[in-house]
């Protein structure tokens, strides 16, 4: 099955899409774009290869996130120590938690929907996008960089010059403020039973 033929302006967003997030992981907006182009290019000279099992955006998505890995393997940078102490994130998990470690009353997680049900919905992946561009620079990218690329630990923190426990701290805090966000816009707003 090949590609479908979308509309120029379609293959536009895509392509903007994809250089947000892949200027996101590489930090360069030149490699990003490489990067972008390598992987379209690529999609376009395997177009056949591509048999509908995903959507159209994903396979081209999944290109991306290889050519993105294959770099990120390639060179090595070193995070600043300001990314990684954020007083930003310690006032928001003292919002959170009390000094014991325990949840505070009107910040407890609520009970979510069926997660089926979210993964066909739009609107989720929507909010999941807003709220990972929320987050702090160095959250979002080793987010995405384990979670998206799937890059392992170790490669991530070779890349970033971190170690396991800065790792950890920065993936636990992404997540954190993912799920308060998705809470606060998604849970109590949008997917509310009747």
């Known amino acids: 099955m ?41 999609a376009f000279r ?70 089926d049900d979210n993964l066909e919905d739009e609107r989720f992946w929507e909010i999941f996008e807003a709220c990972l561009n929320g987050l702090p620079a160095s959250q979002g990218r080793v987010f995405m960089m384990r979670e998206f690329i799937g890059l392992e630990s170790a490669e991530i923190c070779t890349e970033l010059a971190l170690t396991v426990s800065n790792l950890n701290v920065l993936l636990y805090r992404a997540r954190l403020r993912l799920r308060e966000c998705l809470e606060n816009r998604w849970q109590r707003q949008g997917d509310a039973t009747c």
């Open 2 to 42: 090949a590609a479908p033929s979308e509309s120029p302006e379609l293959n536009e967003q895509l392509r903007l899409q994809m250089l947000k997030f892949a200027t996101l992981q590489l930090r360069d907006p030149h490699m990003a774009e490489d990067a972008v182009q390598e992987a379209m290019l690529g």
């Open 46 to 115: 395997y177009a056949r290869s591509f048999n509908g099992r995903s959507a159209y955006k994903t396979w081209v998505f999944a290109i991306l996130k290889h050519k993105i890995a294959d770099e990120l393997r390639k060179r090595k940078r070193l995070a600043t120590v300001s990314e990684l102490s954020d007083r930003e994130d310690q006032q928001f998990e003292e919002t959170l938690f009390n000094q014991h470690g325990r949840w505070h009353k009107e910040a407890r997680p609520v009970r979510w929907s069926s997660p």
